[in-house]
């Protein structure tokens, strides 16, 4: 679907990365720009080459000192060759190194320049240091998660990170197709503390009228983990229908009418922790229950299908096919020498 479409991505971490491993899949070709010497600072987490190897693969990366101004000077001509530019920097970060959405639409004025942020770029949350769990806290979300020890439970993957990567999809491919009318493009800005308060926004509202227990949450025997011998599995039997031939597979057709019921958790669990996950999904084949096992990492199959690009690994072939001559690639991506 984005075939011919060239993405610029100079963002760090796992909103932008997870933004343009969407567009890339979607046919996108993606060019990484990294800083020569480090890198994402992805790469240097544990386990960091596994994440960047899962968001980066099948794109191109290279190695730009953009904090010089012969940096400066060679993204400028990538931007006038490029559709999307991707970044994630604190707001005024850009704009303070002179390549800022104004600097870069006089390059390109079809350039679709979307920044990820974490509070936005306005209001005086703007310059606020954060991170994945800082927007679950702000937005709200983090309090309809399930309470250990009285705290809420940290998810276990980065919501407001994979949420604003995707929300920031979505924006730029708006803005291409209000490029395809009008022939210019435009800044988009996703800012994730935003995007959890819309997520959580049904949830938080219902809380405020003191609507309890729709939040599904674990708290109804129809919407709950439970034990069985080797691991555990869902039930999402929300529909009274489901719920009642759940009842009628596990034997216990006297809890039709506590779907809602907390008190019957201990009931349903009591019925089908003696039985195995692969005996209870032959008991449940067939039938309309909503029940599924909860796989572990290693039951699942891997989605990475090639190796990620090394830093900079990339940099010689990409400047050259943007007409950079040896002297010019050399000024523009080594890295710089440590002083003294």
């Known amino acids: 679907m984005l075939d011919g479409i060239r993405v610029l991505d100079l963002s760090r971490l796992l909103p932008g990365g997870h ?35 899962q968001l980066h693969w099948g794109k191109r990366s290279i190695g730009l000192r953009l904090n010089t101004a012969p940096g400066v000077g060679a ?36 350039l679709v320049y979307c920044a990820i942020t974490g509070y936005g770029s306005t209001g005086a949350l703007k310059r606020r240091a954060g991170h994945d769990l800082s927007y679950l806290a702000r937005s709200g979300v983090l309090s309809l998660m399930p309470k250990a020890s009285g705290a809420p439970v940290i998810p276990g993957i980065q919501v407001a990170d994979l949420a604003g990567g995707q929300a920031a ?30 997520w959580g926004a049904l949830s938080n509202e219902v809380r405020r009228a003191g609507i309890a227990g ?33 009842c009628q597979a596990i034997g216990r057709e006297d809890l039709s009418s506590a779907q809602r ?45 090639a190796i990620a690009p090394a830093v900079g690994q990339h940099t010689r072939e990409v400047l050259e096919e943007a007409g950079f001559s040896p002297s010019e690639i050399t000024a523009v991506s080594s890295p710089a020498r440590a002083a003294g």
């Not at 890198?39 to 190897?53: M, T, W």
């Not at 599904?216 to 719920?243: I, Q, S």
């Not at 019957?264 to 009591?270: G, I, Q, R």
């Open 19 to 53: 933004c343009t491993r969407i567009l890339a899949d979607m046919g996108a070709e993606v060019i990484k720009v990294e800083e020569p010497s480090r890198g994402d600072p992805l790469r240097a987490l544990p386990g960091g080459e596994i994440y960047f190897r």
């Open 75 to 110: 993204l400028k001509r990538l931007v006038a060759a490029a559709d999307v530019l991707v970044e994630g920097f604190r707001p005024g970060v850009m704009e303070r190194r002179g390549i800022g959405f104004s600097e870069l639409a006089l390059v390109n004025p079809r």
């Open 169 to 198: 999809v979505v924006a730029i491919l708006g803005a291409i197709i209000e490029r395809a009318r009008t022939g210019r493009g435009q800044r988009v800005e996703i800012a994730m503390a935003a995007v959890m308060r819309e």
């Open 214 to 246: 729709v939040e599904l949450t674990g708290g109804w025997p129809c919407y709950h983990v439970y034990p069985v011998r080797d691991g555990f599995l869902t039930v999402a039997a929300l529909e009274p229908p489901f719920w009642v031939e759940f």
């Open 261 to 305: 019921d907390p008190a019957a958790v201990a009931e349903v669990e009591s019925a089908l922790k003696p039985r195995t996950r692969s005996e209870w999904a032959t008991i449940f084949a067939d039938r309309d229950v909503c029940v599924e096992p909860v796989f572990e990492a290693g039951e699942i199959p891997s989605t990475a299908v």
